[in-house]
Each structure stands twice: as structure tokens, then as C-alpha cells.
């Protein structure tokens, strides 16, 4: 089955730019997608197919994908962005199943 | 506006059985194609399946985990999506969350309830 790859944690102070990675086996050829989670809230989406953002996504929220590596980029870090960051692709490989990484906690300074 | 809630959750005994429901409101239930994902205390996000539209052939897919143990349904009359999970293990405690999956292959999660949490333990 196919594996998606998060570091656990990111540290970014304010203002700052934070990128969190998302690693797979040739992740370029598929489409990632990346939820905030924040705590005891439900996942929201927040970019989807790479990098387009649902209304009322800050601009400040960008991705990117290419070969073995997708990124979430967070631009201008406030504290409000302080969240666990999960990417999603859908796996072909053994039927067609839905695939998480394991997330990544964004800590603001 | 888009409002899912769901509600079944509970306490139940291994080798038991649950269902959940999804009540939807805010958007044509019956052209959305829909998904349970869960969360277990403290873990990160994990699939558990899918159902189409029934315009698009309302099958369904499932992670291999509960494959065999778990079934999505749905009452585009009630606007209702379920959850039947039988042959409950320890492992499937979790908050289970019924999404929106955008329609067509490789799509997002476009909206989560608030979830429901499913308690296994004797």
C-alpha cells in the first residue's frame, strides 16, 4: 500500500514562512490534498489537487508537488495557524483507496 | 449551508455491533458522493470508506482494516448516510467523521461533520 510520510512536528515563529513535506514513492504524478485539524475541532480542507485553496482559505496558504515530495507552505504564520497538518492522496495501486499521512503538528513560537 | 451530524456513537462490547448516521442538510445529498473517515484517541486520520452517488452506480469502497466487517448505506430520502459496523474490535475505537468526498476520481474531502465517538471495551 502506498505511504505518505510527515514529520511530526514544525516549529515556526511568527511572521515566518512554515513548510510542512509530505513524502511518497513518485508523489508528483498524483493529486495531495492537506487538512488543518485544530484541537478537538474536525479536519478542514485547506488546499486541494496541489495547490487550490476553498474560499475563505487564507492566500497565505500555498502547496506545491513535485517527485517524491508535496509541501504545504504557510506564509506570514499567526498563532491562529497553530493546528495538526495531515496530506491525502488517493492510492491505485490495490483498488482504489484513500490514503492520510500521518500528520504534522505546527507549533507556533 | 452545508450541516452534517452525526450520531450512533456509544459504548459497545467487542465482537458487537453499531450504527452510524449522518443526517446532511445544506446541499443535494443525493448527487454526493460520500465518505466515513476516523480518528483514534490521539492518532492521526484513517479511512474507512466510501458510497457514490446513485447516479453514478452507489457502490462503494472500503479500507482494508474493516473490509468485510463495516457497510456504508445511504437514504437520499432522509438525506441519511450510514455506517454499519459489525464485528467491533478494540482498534476501532475513534471519533468517526462522515465527509463529502468531491465527486469523480481522486477528489477532497470538501466537508466533515463534528463526529461521533465510537467506544469499544468490554
Known amino acids: 500500500s502506498y505511504v505518505l510520510t510527515q514529520p511530526p512536528s514544525v516549529s515556526v515563529a511568527p511572521g515566518k514562512t512554515a513548510r510542512i513535506t509530505c513524502g511518497g514513492n513518485?508523489?508528483?504524478?498524483?493529486?495531495v490534498h492537506w487538512y488543518q485539524q485544530k484541537p478537538g475541532q474536525a479536519p478542514v480542507l485547506v488546499i486541494y489537487?496541489?495547490?487550490d485553496r476553498p474560499s475563505g482559505i487564507p492566500e497565505r496558504f500555498s502547496g506545491s508537488n513535485s517527485g517524491n515530495t508535496a509541501t504545504l507552505t504557510i506564509s506570514r504564520v499567526e498563532a491562529g495557524d497553530e493546528a495538526d497538518y495531515y496530506c491525502?492522496?488517493?492510492?491505485?495501486?490495490?483498488?482504489?483507496?484513500?490514503?492520510f499521512g500521518g500528520g504534522t503538528k505546527l507549533t507556533v513560537l | 449551508e452545508v450541516q452534517l451530524v452525526e450520531s450512533g456513537g456509544g459504548l459497545v462490547e467487542p465482537g458487537g455491533s453499531l450504527r452510524l448516521s449522518c443526517a446532511a442538510s445544506g446541499f443535494t445529498f443525493s448527487n454526493a458522493w460520500m465518505s466515513w473517515v476516523r480518528q483514534a484517541p490521539g492518532k492521526g486520520l484513517e479511512w474507512v470508506g466510501r458510497?457514490?452517488?446513485?447516479?453514478?452506480?452507489?457502490?462503494?469502497d472500503y479500507a482494508a482494516p474493516v473490509k468485510g466487517r463495516f457497510s456504508i448505506s445511504r437514504d437520499d430520502s432522509r438525506n441519511t448516510l450510514y455506517l454499519q459496523m459489525n464485528s467491533l474490535k478494540t482498534e476501532d475505537t475513534a471519533v468517526y467523521y462522515c465527509t463529502i468526498l468531491r465527486s469523480g476520481s481522486y477528489g477532497p474531502l470538501d466537508y466533515w461533520g463534528q463526529g461521533t465517538l465510537v467506544t469499544v471495551s468490554s
Open positions: 513518485n508523489i508528483g504524478s498524483k493529486s
Open positions: 489537487y496541489n495547490n
Open positions: 491525502q492522496v488517493w492510492d491505485s495501486s490495490s483498488g482504489l483507496l484513500l490514503v
Open positions: 458510497i457514490k452517488s446513485k447516479t453514478d452506480g452507489g457502490t462503494t
